[in-house]
Nanobody, 120 residues
């Protein structure tokens, strides 16, 4: 099993900043990609940013959010600046890779989510 745990959400005023953290743990052999998704009330879950051999961002967050990884700690961060009320959502971390089982087995694990609320 691979567990993914997010932290760092909260309430912030528009224009403010937050930093989310996500750590993966368990019988991990390697992680190919880690990413952040978000889901606002009444909307579908959407990709915010991901990091594998390159980084990818949703158009709505380019220039404001930065994703970074610490591969030694199986951790990914999301630095969010110039936050807007429309960034309000539950933010989920996702990790995909290979875990040690009887041999190697692929995993695709999600965290429980962390609430980010941006007030106007």
């Amino acid at each position: 099993q691979v567990q993914v745990v997010e932290s760092g959400g909260g309430l912030v005023q528009a224009g403010g900043s937050l930093r989310l953290s996500c750590a993966a743990s368990g019988s991990i052999s390697s992680i190919n990609v880690m990413g952040w998704y978000r889901q606002a009330p009444g909307k579908q879950r959407e990709l915010v940013a991901s990091s594998d051999v390159r980084t990818k961002y949703a158009d709505s967050v380019k220039g404001r959010f930065t994703i970074s990884r610490d591969n030694a700690k199986n951790t990914v961060y999301l630095e969010m600046n110039s936050l807007k009320p429309e960034d309000t959502a539950v933010y989920y971390c996702n990790a995909q890779g290979w875990m040690r089982s009887t041999g190697l087995r692929a995993f695709d694990s999600w965290g429980q989510g962390t609430q980010v609320t941006v007030s106007s």
